[in-house]
T-cell receptor, first 118, second 113 residues
Framework: GAGVSQSPRYKVAKRGQDVALRCDPI?????LFWYQQALGQGPEFLTY????????KSGLPSDRFFAERPEGSVSTLKIQRTQQEDSAVYLC????????????????FGPGTRLTVL | GENVEQHPSTLSVQEGDSAVIKCTYS??????FPWYKQELGKGPQLIID?????GEKKDQRIAVTLNKTAKHFSLHITETQPEDSAVYFC????????????FGGGTRLMVKP
């Protein structure tokens, strides 16, 4: 079946521009996560959605970062006034379960969007 | 919050040899420990995971062990093949944090033919 998809795969932005990154999770998956992966490092948590509700945004590095999932499926991560330090791969992951179940559920990752800010 | 340390950062083995990657975690409430394989230009792919109610899990050439007392877990790959070459990440999760994963820094595994 179809996995998690992300678009665009690559994005080059000039410093100060706004960007929008899209994630299409696996159909029926309730939970959606965004992670940021700097070059040569492990992914770091940004934010978490259960359906359309953003339950945790503690990992967003600044108020320039904004995420939404208005209908509980597709999600968009928006970065305003991009800075060079925003250059990274942005990964989206989805899982079937949600907080409150007895076991942590598997997260499936998309291919990521590589953002380069010049 | 949770902190995950991973060693070694790079590992080079001959084809057919075994490879072992080790991770430690800090939050005793963590109860789920997945391992991901990431190839160049791709997203992380789950290869095996273990939950806190078991000490070992095996899937063909891959095994993971967990020591909750010492708060460390390890990935073992036997009979390595060139296609095993990739970056491997361990991670830890606790329900308390909404299932978010905390990743180690990664291990670049190179299998020489």
């Amino acid at each position: 079946g179809a996995g998690v998809s992300q678009s665009p795969r690559y994005k080059v932005a000039k410093r100060g521009q706004d960007v929008a990154l899209r994630c299409d999770p696996i159909s029926g998956h309730v939970s959606l996560f965004w992670y940021q992966q700097a070059l040569g490092q492990g992914p770091e948590f940004l934010t978490y959605f259960q359906n359309e509700a953003q339950l945790d945004k503690s990992g967003l590095p600044s108020d320039r970062f904004f995420a939404e999932r208005p209908e509980g499926s597709v999600s968009t991560l928006k970065i305003q006034r991009t800075q060079q330090e925003d250059s990274a791969v942005y990964l989206c992951a989805s899982s079937l379960a949600f907080l409150g179940t007895h076991s942590t559920d598997t997260q499936y990752f998309g291919p990521g969007t590589r953002l380069t800010v010049l | 919050g949770e902190n995950v340390e991973q060693h070694p950062s790079t590992l080079s083995v001959q084809e057919g040899d075994s490879a072992v990657i080790k991770c430690t975690y800090s939050d005793s409430a963590s109860n789920y420990f997945p391992w991901y394989k990431q190839e160049l230009g791709k997203g992380p792919q789950l290869i095996i995971d273990i939950r806190s109610n078991v000490g070992e899990k095996k899937d063909q050439r891959i095994a993971v062990t967990l020591n909750k007392t010492a708060k460390h877990f390890s990935l073992h790959i036997t009979e390595t093949q060139p296609e095993d070459s990739a970056v491997y990440f361990c991670a830890a999760s606790t329900l308390r944090a909404g299932n978010m994963l905390t990743f180690g820094g990664g291990t670049r595994l190179m299998v020489k033919p």
